[in-house]
Structure formats: C-alpha cells, structure tokens
C-alpha cells in the first residue's frame, strides 16, 4: 500500500515506503506481516547474523549449505524483485586490522551479494563503513560492480556533520571531533570510480546538519532514507510526529524520488482503542487487516503517509516537464539547422515569455511617440528571426494597445517558416500591416531604417545561439536612436554537485562529451553557492570593440556549514532586459515565473572537483569567435586545476 498519490507525480518512487526488519528464516511469513501491515517492501537480511566462513569451513570442512533466509522458491521472483531489498550482513568489516575478520567479510560479501543477484533483487543494502578508512572495502564492492547486471547497491551512510568544521584540516580526517558523513562517502564513491550503480542509503538522525549541508546530498546519488523510530518526537496525543526540520527534510526527500525506510521498534505507547484522526498526523489507516495483529511500526508508517498527502499537487509547469528532468540535450544550432514544426509549437505556447515581448514593444512605441503623433508617426519595426510569427502578433497587439501605428518587416531564414507566415498574413489580415523578408538577417539589405528591432535569439546561457553575431549583423538597419529588443542579456555560472548527469556523461566513454554543453532541466542537482555574472552583451552595440570574444575569471566561495562538495561541472543561466523594468531570465533569483522556454545549461567537468570549507573555486570561462563558429572553454584553477575544456572548440561548438 503506497503512502498515497500525488496529483501530477504518480510515478514518483518515494511513495513506496520500506522498513528495516531482523533476520528470519521464514521469508514469506516476514513479509507478509510486513506488507499486511502496510509497508510496501521489506530490507531484510538475507543471510544469518550469527554466519562466518571460517567457522564453517572448521566445522564442517566447508562443505555446508549457507545459512540464508530461505532459498528462492519460498517466494516468487516477482516478489523477491519487487517487495524485498537484501540487507548486507552489518557486522562486515573490509578494512579491519584482523586479518581473519577481514577475509570472513570479503567473502561473505560476495556470497550475500551472488545470492541476492540470484534472487533478482532490485537493491541491496551495504553496511556503512567501520573506520576512518575504506580503501579494501570499496575495492571489494568495485570489483563486485564490474560484474553486476542491473541491481542497486545502497551504501548506508549516517546522515551527520559536527557543526564546528572550519575548513583548515585534512580532507582525510574522519575523526569524531570533525566528522563529515559526507567525506567518507566522497571517498568511498571515489575509490569505485564513480560508478553509477552504487548510490546512498542516509541514515536520518535524530539531529540534522545545518540546511547547506543538508542540500548538497540532493545532487548526489540517494535512494533511500532510513529513519528509525528513535527519531520520532511524541505530539500531545501520544502518537509520533517528527519535527519541523525533519519534516522538511522528508518533503525534499519527496520531491527528489527518494525513498523511505523506517527501522527499530516503537517507541511510544500508542493509546489503545482510539482512532487516529488527521489532526494526529495520520492518514486514517491505522488498523491492520482484519484478524492480524497492527503492526507495532503502523503510526509511524501513518505520519509518513500523513507528510506525503500534504504536499502541494506537482505545479501545471512541472508535470509537464516531468519527462525533460535530468535529460541531457544538446543545445538548438539555429543559425546552421531550421527548426521543424514541433520545436517551433513548443516555444509557442510559452504565453509567458510573448507577454513579456509584448509590454516591452508597447513602452517602445510609447517612448518613441507620444500620444498626440500617435495618428501621423508611423513606427518602423522589424522582427528579426521572426519563425511562424509570435512576436509579429505580439508587437501588433502592443501597437493596438498603445494605440500607435505600426508597420512590420518579418524577418526568417527557414524557407519552411516563410511558409506558415504567407498562411498567417493572409489568415489574420495582416497584409497591410507585415512585409515577410525571406532571408538571413545578417544578408538582407532593408529598404529603410528600424525605429525598433526585436528578436527571439537566446539560449540558455544568453549569447549560446549567437544573439550578438545575429544582432551585429542587423544593426546596421536600425536607426542610430533605434531600440533593440532586448537591450541586453547577461550569462551566469553557479558550481552545482549532479552525480546522475556526470554519470550520464561518463556512460558514453569519451571526451567529446565531456567537452559538451548539454540544455537540461535539473532535478537531483544540488546549487552549492549563489550563481554570478559571466558575459554581458547591449545591443545597439555602441562601442568600439566589434569582437564578441570574451574571458571572465570568476571566484566562488562554498558557505562553510556545507562541508566539502563535489563540484561535478557549472549550470548556466541567463537574465535579459528587454526594455527598461522589462525582463525575461531564468537566473534562479530572479528567474521569470511559469516560462519553459529555456531550461539552464551544463557545462561538465572532466574529473569532478572537491571544494573544502573556506577554499575558493576559481573558474575560467571564454567565448571565443571562429571564421565559421563559436565555442566556449572552460576550466578550473583552484582548489586544483582541471584541464582547459573543450580546447579551439574540438568537441562543441556553434556553427555561423
């Protein structure tokens, strides 16, 4: 029985909720009283606690049968696949100084995790490292890994971080005085190469790290949360209830498709014969099937229905994006390819971005003429990279609005765009009103000079689809007092922890795509620090400098309760003025509300960078201009220095 459904995220994995069991020899009666009792799967062990190789090998020469948890006909595949995730024996100890322990637990790993394989589980749970070392132990699971099908392995990690790290000590330092759970899963992970099926089981305790800290595992790999009842708080009523902060942290986990488990016994004394009503924080499922015993666990189970029910239905916006998170695209080429019909309805029903246009045209035509020329000046407005039309409609309806007169070349490339706007002249009766220009912006020869020039040309990253060379280009038919809409556009960087997207990336076993910047939605992604300004273009450009080449060495600072980070690459944004308090930008703080035209764009690194507290990342970025193309590279100088990516534009690039 799932925790409940959310309107717009039914497909979210976090309404699965698991528990943590003790071992029994009797699987299918364990998981019965734990499915009957609500749960939707069981992490249970699957081998006996008390088992040891080199008992066994003593006592019987080796020649006994392993003592798992029933063999695999006890229950069918689909059950061992969908209701159970095997449980590594915790008492494993990879790195320890007794040489004994340390082959009884390298072999027994092996063993459970051959059987759990066998069983076609969907995850397993690996106990989480002993000591301030775990070379062998991610060594042994490196090497399990390589030949692993398609089962998760959950590295459990205690969730905790003291509050008095200070960023002077060693990144190997695990000692309790300083610890970061972080650090030991950075090591671990970094040891077994990245590799993209071992994720993270956090252990929630009862206290939590500062917010920052907390935010930086949401770009990581997380599966699961475990939270055991001792966590739970007592409300007046008697039942459990979390606090306020840990219920944040479940509604994040949420929203992050990260799953559930609670573990250990009840802690408080439920009142008996009393109904839980939704004041007590539940969902009203509080009693067990009919003739079987509640399960001691249940209330718990209830509060975490009660906390998923509560969130907000999944925004219009998101559900229909749900299908772009986390999904690498290359950047549109505008200039060398046409777009298809699809790619130009998408971008059309973006009414909020055609909004925009439309109040910063209307200001234009009122600043250009006054009200008492409105009948006798006529404004002479190009639409340059005018597609099928939006903006055309949109400067018509300013024109309307403000009551000024309005005369409109539209100006497009693609032959096949050219097309639909002959269709739309003729469909709106805008004969009279729009001359259609079919050619290159940067070739045509105007007939007259523009009072105001408006263009659709940015990506994601501001000038990634070549709005200055564009712009440069058809500047010269705009009148010396001319407005260009936009004004100006400026880029933006931010250092973002993206485990998903850089495994992605790693996946394709190459360099070029290391040296690409892919337009995504982001999803399990974690901001590390505020974003900051990168390159910024005006147009009419009225300096002297005609290159579009630019450098920029920026020099961010990590907040110091996060605690080290793993700067897996850089997501790009862009904020454009399209005429004076008129803007449009997906700049998180300042980002344009309900506009999906533009998801933000990353720029990978080769090798993922670790920032400690109070250690600068100092970034390097250029634009560089080509005969035929524009690229970007990038690279990092500080706290280590990474290679300059994508170097003279060998891998990405934007073709003139």
Avoid at 66 to 75: K, T, W, Y
Avoid at 427 to 453: F, H, Y
Wanted: charged content about 20%.
């Amino acid at each position: 029985m799932t925790l409940g459904e959310r309107q717009g995220d039914e497909k979210n994995d976090s309404k699965y909720c698991g528990v943590e069991t003790e071992f029994n020899d009797d699987m299918p009666q364990l998981l019965s009283l734990n499915i009957h009792g609500g749960f939707d799967f069981v992490v249970a062990p699957l081998m006996d606690p008390a088992y040891r190789p080199s008992l066994l090998v003593s006592s019987n020469g080796g020649s006994g049968v392993l003592p798992f948890a029933g063999s695999d006909l006890v229950l069918s595949p689909s059950q061992w696949s969908s209701h159970v995730v095997g449980k590594i024996s915790s008492w494993l100890d990879l790195d320890s100084e007794d040489e004994m322990l340390r082959r009884d637990s390298e072999i027994t790993l092996k063993q459970e995790i051959a059987w759990a394989s066998h069983l076609s589980l969907q995850a397993c749970l690996l106990p989480a490292p002993k000591g301030v070392t775990c070379a062998n132990y991610a060594r042994c699971v490196n090497q399990i890994l390589q030949n692993l099908s398609n089962m998760q392995l959950w590295l459990r990690i205690p969730l905790e971080k003291s509050d008095d790290d200070d960023g002077n000590r060693s990144p190997n330092s695990m000692g309790e005085e300083h610890r970061d759970s972080w650090e030991m899963w950075n090591s671990f992970r970094t040891l077994g190469e990245h590799h993209s099926q071992l994720s993270v089981a956090l252990d929630v305790l009862s206290s939590l790290p500062s917010v920052n800290s907390l935010a930086r595992w949401f770009g990581e790999p997380v599966r699961a949360a475990i939270i055991n009842s001792n966590s739970f708080l007592t409300n007046a009523r008697g039942y459990p209830c979390l606090s306020k902060r840990h219920q944040n942290l479940l509604t994040e986990c949420f929203n992050h498709s990260i799953q559930i488990v609670i573990s250990g016994q009840q802690m408080q004394n439920i009142p008996t014969g009393t109904s839980v009503s939704k004041s007590d924080n539940s969902n009203n499922q509080s009693e067990g099937v009919e003739g079987m015993q509640r399960h001691p666990l249940r209330s718990y189970l209830d509060y975490i229905a009660y906390l998923y029910q509560k969130m907000d239905p999944l925004p219009e916006q998101e559900r229909f994006e749900l299908g772009y998170r986390d999904y690498l695209q290359s950047p549109l080429q505008p200039l060398m390819d046409n777009l298809e019909a699809q790619t130009y309805e998408t971008f059309e029903k973006d009414t909020t971005k055609y909004i925009q246009y439309q109040r910063a045209v209307a200001k234009a035509l009122v600043d250009r003429v006054p009200d008492e020329k409105a009948s006798t000046i006529t404004t002479v407005l190009m639409v340059v990279g005018a597609g099928r039309g939006p903006l055309v409609r949109a400067s018509l309806q300013a024109a309307e609005e403000t009551g000024r007169k309005l005369k409109v070349y539209a100006v497009e490339k693609n032959p096949n765009a050219i097309v639909t706007l002959h269709s739309l002249l003729k469909i709106e009766g805008w004969e009279k009103l729009v001359t259609i220009v079919s050619s290159d912006m940067r070739c045509w020869d105007a007939p007259e000079k523009a009072d105001i020039l408006v263009s659709e040309l940015l990506g994601s990253f501001g000038d990634n689809e070549l709005s200055p060379e564009c712009l440069d280009g058809a500047q010269r038919f705009l009148k010396e007092d001319g407005i260009s809409i936009p004004s100006s556009y400026t880029s933006f960087f931010q250092p973002v922890t993206a485990s998903k997207l850089y495994n992605d990336i790693k996946s394709h076993k190459d360099l070029v795509h290391f040296e690409t910047a892919y337009v995504v939605k982001f999803h399990r992604v974690a901001r590390l620090t505020s974003p900051q300004p990168v390159f910024t273009f005006n147009h009419p450009e009225d300096s002297t400098r005609k290159s579009n080449h630019r450098y920029t060495k920026l020099r961010f600072e990590i907040p110091t309760d996060t605690g080290s980070a793993l700067v897996h690459g850089f997501a790009g944004y862009f904020d454009s003025v399209l005429y004076k308090d008129v803007h449009l930008g997906i700049e998180p703080s300042t980002a344009t509300p309900n506009m999906f035209s533009w998801f933000p764009i990353f720029f990978p690194l080769r090798t993922p960078m670790c920032v400690q507290p109070g250690i600068p990342l100092e970034v390097h970025i250029w634009r560089c201009c080509g005969t035929s193309k524009v690229w970007y590279e990038w690279g990092v100088s500080s706290p280590s220095s990474s290679p300059i990516h994508n170097c003279n534009g060998r891998s990405y690039w934007v073709g003139l």
